[in-house]
Structure formats: C-alpha cells, structure tokens
C-alpha cells in the first residue's frame, strides 16, 4: 500500500498579481516547513537569474 500524498499549489501575490509558482507535495508525516524552504530557495535562484524585461505587447 502506498503512503497518501498531498498536493498543495503555491501562489505569490505582490499587489493585483498572483502567480502560481509551484507546488508542494508532501508524503505522510512529511514536515511542511524544509518543503517550503526548497520552494523558496529555487523562487530565489530564479528571480537572481538574467532575464529580459518585456512589455505586456510582447516587445523587449
């Protein structure tokens, strides 16, 4: 028998905009706070990465 898992979505809202940025499954027993941490921690990473800024008509 499988252990039951729980899915969780995760959004960021700064303001008028929320974005879901990933998600949590956790495993029977599992403690949510390291989960979230790693979430957190490749949130981090990624907003540290190079990236062009574009204009909502799709023009850098």
């Known amino acids: 028998m ?15 905009h929320t974005v879901e940025v990933g998600a949590l499954t956790l495993a029977a027993g599992e403690l949510v706070g390291p989960k ?4 957190f ?13 574009v204009r909502p008509d799709g023009s850098p």
Not at 36 to 39: D, F, R
């Open 2 to 16: 499988t252990e039951p898992t729980l899915t969780l979505p995760v959004q960021l809202t700064d303001g008028d």
């Open 41 to 53: 921690h490749e949130a981090a990473a990624a907003f540290e990465a190079p990236v062009e800024e």
């Open 36 to 39: 979230l941490a790693a979430l």
